[in-house]
């Protein structure tokens, strides 16, 4: 093993950058190839938000089940497990933008014929299951995908306020957009949502159109899909930091995300609340991401990520059990906010570590193990979605059980791989 500590030759953002020593919030989006990818992250963001909310919405009342929220929700997250490291092969050898266009029509296919379904009073459980689905497939490619874009249309210097900035383009949309979602909801039906998620991707694609990468690698890969897909592997296996910072993001998934898939049966069963009280819940932790967004991007290429890292992660835990425990709206927004804000302040400092150590023409390959995390939130969300069902444990109790594991596992590697505070 190797490079546990210090930056690797070659690094995109060397220890000591001259960059760090300013505050340089919006900085990446100087560069115009940034811009087109940044805006149309938004739209991204947005549609995303309201998709899942109405579709989490639409199940309940289908079902009136927590463990089929959770089921319908979370398997979209099973074909980035099946599909996604391979993918990482075609985002290494193809033109990633191409790639990203034609991922963007396939959604926008998709959420519109799902929209027409639901309006004609057609949906089914199956169809729900079969759409969740599908939207996992694309984004078992558009999630590393996007990743090596925001790298390869910025300078180095740039990397971790593009980094953030990306994020920030989506939580301006999710911190409102699950507002809207429960205002449509309840005015004009949840087939609304869903028509509104696929202008938004198709707004994406129009964006994107004239967006070039310019800080984009030759692809020095030429053999098979299994040789290439190893190579990758044998780099991961190779860094000890990679390798960690991999682990580390496989706490949210399983346990923070797997909660907000919950939220329709918190709005109802916990907190005696309909589509609005649910819009807030998810307003809240994205306004909680978004100050936090903004406070990275703000840092820029500061030298305590480390720390970032593994703190944020033990505090969105502790925010998570105590969110469980909460019956009372106020609270329980409160908390949402604050775990929207560790959550993000964690991904972002993980990734920009994690994406500052990878080699561009491994990029693809190596950031599509990064996040096939998403991939295992059906095993959290089908264990969570049991527990809260009734007769088990309830909601609350499921839940500030989550937290509390998820606290063990995260002070554990904290304890036990020190060097990980140290890590700029």
Same mark, same amino acid.
């Given at each position: 093993?190797?490079?546990?500590?210090?930056?690797?030759?070659?690094?995109?953002?060397?220890?000591?950058?001259?960059?760090?020593?300013?505050?340089?919030?919006?900085?990446?989006?100087?560069?115009?190839? &940034?811009?087109?990818? =940044?805006?149309?992250?938004?739209?991204?963001?947005?549609?995303?938000?309201?998709?899942?909310?109405?579709? %989490?919405?639409?199940?309940?009342?289908?079902? #009136?089940?927590? &463990?089929? $929220?959770?089921? @319908?929700?979370?398997?979209?997250? /099973?074909?980035?497990?099946?599909?996604?490291?391979?993918?990482?092969?075609?985002?290494?050898? =193809? #033109?990633?933008?191409?790639?990203?266009?034609?991922?963007?029509? !396939?959604?926008?296919?998709?959420?519109?014929? *799902?929209?027409?379904? $639901?309006?004609?009073?057609?949906?089914?459980?199956?169809?729900?299951?079969? !759409?969740? *689905?599908?939207?996992?497939? #694309?984004?078992?490619?558009?999630?590393?995908?996007?990743?090596?874009?925001?790298?390869?249309?910025?300078?180095?210097?740039?990397?971790?306020?593009?980094?953030? /900035?990306?994020?920030? +383009?989506?939580?301006?949309?999710?911190?409102?957009?699950?507002?809207?979602?429960?205002?449509?909801?309840?005015?004009?039906? @949840?087939?609304?949502?869903? *028509?509104?998620?696929?202008?938004?991707?198709?707004?994406?694609?129009?964006?994107?159109?004239?967006?070039?990468?310019?800080?984009?690698?030759?692809?020095?890969?030429? %053999?098979?899909?299994?040789?290439?897909?190893?190579?990758?592997?044998?780099?991961?296996?190779?860094?000890?930091?990679?390798?960690?910072?991999? $682990?580390?993001?496989?706490?949210?998934?399983?346990?923070?995300?797997?909660?907000?898939?919950?939220?329709?049966?918190?709005?109802?069963?916990?907190?005696? %609340?309909?589509?609005?009280?649910?819009? /807030?819940?998810?307003?809240?932790?994205? @306004? %909680?991401?978004?100050? +936090?967004?903004?406070?990275?991007?703000?840092?820029?290429?500061?030298?305590?990520?480390?720390?970032?890292?593994?703190?944020?992660?033990?505090?969105?835990?502790?925010?998570?059990?105590?969110?469980? /425990?909460?019956?009372?709206?106020?609270?329980?927004?409160?908390?949402?906010?604050?775990?929207? !804000?560790?959550?993000?302040? &964690?991904?972002?400092?993980?990734?920009?570590? *994690?994406?500052?150590?990878?080699? #561009?023409?491994?990029?693809?390959?190596?950031?599509?193990?990064? @996040?096939?995390?998403?991939?295992?939130?059906?095993?959290?969300?089908?264990?969570?979605?049991?527990?809260?069902?009734?007769?088990?444990?309830?909601?609350?109790?499921?839940?500030?059980?989550?937290?509390?594991?998820?606290?063990?596992?995260?002070?554990?590697?904290?304890?036990?791989?020190?060097?990980?505070?140290?890590?700029?």
């Amino acid at each position: 093993m190797s490079r546990t500590g210090q930056n690797p030759p070659g690094s995109l953002t060397p220890a000591g950058d001259t960059h760090t020593r300013r505050l340089q919030t919006f900085s990446a989006l100087k560069n115009r190839n &940034f811009r087109y990818l =940044w805006i149309s992250g938004a739209f991204i963001g947005g549609g995303n938000q309201v998709q899942q909310i109405a579709l %989490g919405w639409l199940v309940f009342q289908l079902t #009136d089940s927590a &463990f089929w $929220v959770g089921t @319908v929700l979370g398997i979209r997250a /099973l074909p980035i497990l099946l599909v996604g490291p391979l993918a990482g092969v075609a985002i290494d050898r =193809w #033109d990633r933008k191409k790639l990203f266009l034609l991922a963007q029509v !396939f959604l926008v296919v998709t959420a519109f014929l *799902f929209a027409v379904d $639901v309006a004609l009073d057609r949906v089914t459980m199956v169809h729900a299951l079969v !759409f969740s *689905f599908l939207l996992g497939l #694309d984004a078992s490619i558009i999630q590393p995908l996007r990743q090596a874009l925001v790298v390869n249309t910025v300078p180095p210097h740039d990397l971790t306020n593009a980094i953030a /900035l990306n994020n920030a +383009a989506n939580g301006i949309l999710q911190s409102t957009a699950p507002l809207i979602s429960g205002v449509l909801i309840a005015t004009l039906g @949840v087939a609304g949502n869903f *028509f509104v998620q696929s202008a938004a991707y198709l707004m994406v694609f129009l964006i994107t159109l004239p967006m070039g990468t310019p800080y984009r690698e030759g692809t020095k890969d030429s %053999g098979s899909v299994l040789k290439s897909f190893a190579e990758g592997l044998r780099y991961i296996r190779s860094d000890t930091t990679i390798l960690l910072l991999i $682990v580390l993001v496989f706490v949210p998934s399983l346990f923070i995300h797997s909660t907000q898939n919950l939220l329709s049966v918190f709005a109802v069963d916990v907190l005696r %609340g309909g589509p609005l009280v649910l819009g /807030l819940l998810g307003a809240c932790m994205g @306004v %909680g991401s978004l100050t +936090a967004t903004l406070a990275i991007a703000s840092l820029g290429n500061f030298q305590s990520r480390g720390r970032v890292v593994i703190g944020a992660l033990l505090l969105v835990t502790i925010c998570l059990a105590l969110f469980g /425990l909460s019956s009372r709206l106020g609270l329980s927004l409160a908390l949402m906010g604050l775990m929207g !804000f560790f959550n993000t302040g &964690f991904r972002l400092a993980n990734n920009a570590l *994690f994406q500052s150590r990878t080699p #561009d023409h491994l990029r693809g390959r190596i950031t599509s193990m990064y @996040v096939v995390d998403h991939g295992f939130q059906p095993v959290g969300s089908l264990i969570l979605g049991l527990l809260a069902a009734e007769g088990a444990l309830g909601p609350q109790r499921a839940v500030f059980l989550a937290g509390v594991a998820a606290f063990a596992i995260t002070a554990f590697i904290g304890l036990r791989f020190r060097h990980l505070w140290r890590l700029q």
